[in-house]
């Protein structure tokens, strides 16, 4: 299967701070790429789609001056958590789509702890 | 009701059995169909995608789609404990761009 990378995999900051996310497909170009959390013993929820050279798609209730998304290049996005509370504490998970077989392939994850 | 249904479990099957995994899904123009394992703490895994009616074996894997009755399904035979995890149905619409993704059924192997 297809390699997709995210870093950092675990970050504590301070509340107040920002935190940025790098998500890398390391095989395969992605025009689209998607952002998760997941709160422990949750669901994924999506949060936006980032699409290659134009703005991200945010889903209702998610707030895009706060997850500030940048999709570079065919094989970057960036989430940018901006001035992080300990209610963003969660697990983020990237995916990018394989067109050619309508694949998601993920990412193994960023746990933010906010103190 | 949602786009993709899944039982939520938990599911328990003995070591050997085989644990039968259910999904259906209501948008018809959906095209590709996948189901991911995700281990508590990780990130969802890939182990199948199945595009046309009928049965796709990988391994102790199998997946079932049966588009006229929106269902697809995941068969794990010899079920083994390191089977225990989240499994998540998944289905692509091609012509809207969407994929969609059940909230995953729990699935216990005990020896």
């Known amino acids: 299967g297809a390699v997709v990378s995210q870093h950092p995999s675990r970050v504590i900051c301070k509340s107040g701070t920002s935190v940025k996310i790098e998500c890398r497909s390391l095989?395969?170009?992605?025009?689209?790429m998607f952002w998760y959390r997941q709160f422990p013993k949750q669901s994924l929820m999506l949060m936006a789609t980032?699409?290659?050279?134009?703005?991200?798609?945010?889903e209702q209730g998610v707030e895009k001056d706060k997850f500030l998304i940048n999709h570079a290049s065919l094989t970057l996005s960036t989430l940018t958590v901006t001035s992080a509370h300990p209610e963003d504490s969660s697990f983020y998970i990237c995916?990018?789509?394989?067109?050619?077989?309508?694949?998601?392939?993920f990412g193994p994850g960023t746990r933010l702890t906010v103190l | 009701q949602k786009e993709v249904e899944q039982n939520s479990g938990p599911l328990s099957v003995p070591e050997g059995a085989i644990a039968s995994l259910n999904c259906t899904y209501s948008?018809?123009?959906?095209?590709?169909f996948f189901w991911y394992r995700q281990y508590s703490g990780k990130s969802p895994e890939l182990i199948m995608s199945?595009?046309?009616?009928g049965d796709k074996e990988d391994g102790r894997f199998t997946a079932q789609l049966n588009k006229a009755s929106q269902y697809v399904s995941l068969l794990i035979r010899d079920s083994q404990p390191s089977d225990s995890a989240t499994y998540l149905c998944?289905?692509?619409?091609?012509?809207?761009?969407?994929?969609?993704f059940g909230d995953g059924t729990t699935l216990t192997v005990k020896p």
């Open positions: 995916s990018a789509f394989r067109q050619v077989s309508d694949t998601q392939y």
């Open positions: 095989d395969f170009q992605a025009t689209t």
């Open positions: 980032s699409n290659e050279g134009s703005k991200a798609t945010y």
């Open positions: 948008d018809r123009g959906s095209q590709s």
């Open positions: 199945i595009y046309s009616n």
């Open positions: 998944a289905v692509h619409n091609t012509n809207a761009g969407k994929s969609t």
